[in-house]
């Protein structure tokens, strides 16, 4: 009887771990292809974007006349993130509009 109820408990330990491993699986492949269609519709304000990086390179001047290095360098830092979000995104677009990309 013990024989039984443990055969039992490890075939269906099996089954459940197989059933768990797979739906995360299906449920990823819906979710990939969910994911493209938001990510295409994503648009850049191209000139808000480069408003904020003169914004932030004229403080990181400012803040390195007045000797505070510290913050005029993560001004620096944080324009330099901004200016590569906006290279991304003119390449995203350069590269949507070429029916070929390559």
Request: glycine share 6%; hydrophobic share 45%.
């Amino acid at each position: 009887m013990t024989k039984r109820f443990s055969a039992l408990a490890v075939s269906a330990a099996i089954v459940g771990g197989f059933f768990i491993t797979s739906a995360p699986a299906q449920a990823a492949t819906s979710a990939d292809r969910g994911q493209v269609s938001v990510k295409a519709a994503i648009t850049c304000d191209k000139g808000q974007m480069r408003q904020q990086i003169a914004n932030l390179k004229a403080k990181a001047a400012k803040l390195k006349q007045l000797g505070e290095t510290a913050a005029a360098r993560k001004a620096l830092s944080d324009a330099a993130a901004i200016q590569k979000k906006l290279d991304a995104c003119i390449k995203a677009e350069d590269e949507a509009s070429k029916p070929f990309p390559g």
